[in-house]
């Protein structure tokens, strides 16, 4: 079967575009390796319109409702592992099965960076996470450290005052960099301690994350901790759409309208160029990237 679309990934851009493409009736599936994308890693969410507050998991709990309430066929818990077009029709191969469409919405999002150094792998899910989010409560009482400088870093740091008896923040700038309400937030709890300027050297355990060793302006120092959060930003999924062109950062490049370097495919959402990483805007790429999609459709023949 020849689909009017694909869309890859589910985060705010593609369920949006999901539900726009279900609205205008085209035949289509959405493939995604999971539901929410970044949305579902996020704490407590102040500026999404409509909502005063809302959490990441509950944003996200609307989404999949919203996205549920049209017959759309999902293939969730499927990776997309390379896209090709032949004539006008785009061909996407996952670790599953090969699909074809017409058209084509990228909006795969972003994923965690890592920080490459001596027991990150080894201690992976054995208390080093890339998500506080998600694992968070898992360490109620316990010392634990955050990697980063930024809001993500932040908000985490936000999230594990609340929760753990410690919580060093390891920044490799001479300052925080993210919003100042966060900041000065973290400035003011008593169980938080900044260390600027340092960087990661290692990671120690047994079974489970027992340290972190860190350079603080030349001087090498271990801190004694349960868990450890990554939070230095992120890298585009991008690496199966090398058919389309990408700047510097791995970014998809879109115009205005969406558009990619290949006529045909769209994308939306923090894989491409666009600027300000943020739910709201993500959401309203995708509703952008499926109106160009849907005009492309109805001005070709196939």
């Known amino acids: 079967m020849i689909y009017d679309l694909i869309i890859v990934g589910a985060g705010p851009a593609g369920i949006t575009a999901a539900i726009y493409a279900a609205r205008k ?33 509950e944003l996200v709990a609307k989404f999949e409702e919203h996205l549920r309430k049209f017959n759309i066929s999902l293939k969730d818990n499927e990776t997309v592992l390379d896209i090709a077009k032949t004539g006008n029709i785009m061909r996407v191969k996952t670790d599953k099965a090969e699909y074809q469409s017409k058209t084509l919405i990228v909006a795969s999002g972003k994923r965690s960076r ?18 506080a989010t998600c694992d968070g409560p898992l360490f109620k009482g316990k010392n634990v450290a955050v990697i980063g400088g930024g809001n993500s870093a932040l908000d985490a740091g936000i999230q594990m005052v609340k929760i753990a008896a410690t919580v060093n923040i390891v920044n490799i700038s001479p300052e925080l960099t993210g919003d100042p309400v966060m900041i000065d937030t973290l400035k003011v709890s008593r169980n938080v301690v900044i260390h600027n300027g340092s960087v990661v050297k290692r990671i120690t355990g047994e079974k489970f994350v027992k340290a972190i060793e860190i350079d603080r302006q030349g001087e090498l120092i271990k801190l004694d901790v349960s868990g450890i959060f990554v939070e230095i930003g992120l890298i585009p999924n991008s690496d199966f759409v090398s058919l389309v062109r990408r700047n510097d950062f791995h970014e998809v490049i879109v115009d205005a309208h969406n558009n990619t370097s290949v006529e045909g495919i769209f994308s939306a959402g923090d894989v491409t160029n666009v600027p300000e990483k943020q739910i709201i805007i993500a959401a309203g790429e995708g509703s952008k990237a499926l109106l160009s999609a849907f005009r492309y459709l109805v001005s070709h023949k196939f």
């Open 25 to 57: 009736k085209m035949e289509f599936i959405l493939i995604s390796r999971d539901i929410g994308g970044q949305t579902a890693w996020s704490g407590d969410i102040e500026n999404y319109t409509g909502y005063q507050f809302v959490t990441g998991p």
């Open 114 to 131: 890592e920080l490459n150094v001596p027991g990150e792998k080894e201690f992976k899910n054995l208390g080093l996470s890339y998500c």
